[in-house]
């Protein structure tokens, strides 16, 4: 079962990741892409970094609220969704410039995964704002404890 602990470890990698290939684009593909390759690139990086941030949000959500899975289900969509997005729309940018440097590569196939990408994160978002109206209203929270009657 994917549970909060799941996603704080894919979160890390993730952070990681927008890290070190923000750092790579920054200093190692300059002299080796074209300057369109090179806006793609970071655009990948720039979007796995704003949904690593989300999912590190949703994890928290997973880790403090209790566990109706009426509103439970819906965050963890969201987080698999944003993830996949992730995968698919920033790897597929990734892929599209590491293949340009090696031998100018332009694979066909790779075109249509990374719009797939930006709907699986659009998707995120749906369900990210599904499970904000599944939740109890804040008059429900009690003072200190923070649990939902």
Do not use: C, E
């Not at 590491?98 to 719009?115: K, Q, R, Y």
Request: aromatic content about 12%.
């Amino acid at each position: 079962m994917l549970n909060a602990r799941f996603y704080l470890i894919i979160t890390a990698v993730s952070g990681l990741l927008s890290v070190a290939l923000g750092a790579f684009g920054a200093h190692g593909l300059k002299k080796l892409v074209s300057s369109d390759m090179l806006a793609a690139y970071q655009t990948g990086v720039q979007y796995q970094f704003i949904h690593t941030l989300v999912l590190l949000g949703l994890s928290i959500l997973l880790l403090t609220l209790p566990g109706s899975p009426r509103f439970i289900w819906p965050l963890k969509v969201s987080a698999n969704l944003m993830l996949a997005g992730i995968l698919l729309f920033s790897g597929s940018l990734y892929t599209m410039t590491f293949m340009s440097v090696a031998g100018g590569l332009h694979p066909t196939w790779l075109g249509p995964i990374t719009p797939i990408g930006g709907l699986a994160f659009i998707l995120g978002w749906v369900f990210l704002a599904v499970a904000a109206f599944k939740l109890p209203s804040l008059d429900s929270y009690k003072v200190g404890g923070g649990n939902i009657n």
